[in-house]
């Protein structure tokens, strides 16, 4: 029986900024006080206490999933479920309301950030530390709500019961999500470079305190050039500037010997020069 006609995909992710940190240091010193080996307790601190805004925004997505869940059926293990096209209207319109309901929660809550720490900072004591906060932007990126609709798979098309309107919103939508998870991918392996050559150029760094020497080990060489090979696979649009980024780290790799990088002050300086100048060529 084909369902084609009578049913569509639907994807509903809603992420919420969890504001939980783990703090290594009250956990170290539960454990001393109590005489416990490693792993038996840690403590975690809720960076909003004293306020529930966030709580709220997170109880909110919980019950738009629990909905969208009682308005679908299941389809794939994750992701995806099965809309009946009789209560796309019904669905579509209580979505977009959710949604904007969601979005005016985050942005009230973004605005009374800076507030909301002030008041965490009220209820935590001595365990309050001003750098497990991250900025208003970073906070905002952990919020998200994602709704697409999709075709079932065996259809292939759009072929729905729903308005012509409808129908080409549902087309765009589907398109959007498409170059959102290309672009997604494609940050992906942008940041896996700029990770490499960050770390490389911290690695070789020389130490101002001379007493403390560094351990250089191969794979400071061989992770960079597994990670060239790996990129030209990964690079499925064809970024050219990914692709000048990671020719030169191949040619900055070309002929590199670690043993006269352990022993060559100068030999780490000219490769460090290098990895930064790649560095402060691209839009990371």
Known sequence: MSITSSAVQVEMNISV??????????????LVQNQADNGVAQVRK???????????????????????????????DRGARLLPTSLFMEYKSEANKR???????????????PTLVTTASNYMGALFDPSDYPSVSEVESKFGYRLVFSPVPEAGDFRLDVAANDLKEMQQSYERSYNDRINEA????WQRLHKQLTCMSEKLADNKDDSVKKRYHDSLITNAQELCGMLTHLNITKDPELEKARKQLELTLLGA???TLKESSQARGEMKTKLDNILGQFEW
Not at 17 to 30: F, H, I, P
Not at 59 to 72: E, I, M, P, Q, Y
């Open 17 to 30: 900024w969890t504001a939980n940190k783990l703090d290594r240091a009250a956990t170290d010193k539960v």
């Open 46 to 76: 809720n960076l909003m206490a004293g306020s529930r805004q966030r709580k709220d925004i997170a109880d909110f997505a919980a019950s738009c999933r629990l909905w969208h869940n009682v308005k679908t059926l299941p389809w794939m």
């Open 186 to 189: 494609m940050k992906d392996t």
């Open 257 to 259: 010997n670690m043993d």
């Open 99 to 113: 949604r904007q309901q969601f979005h005016d929660m985050v942005d009230q809550f973004l605005e009374d950030y």
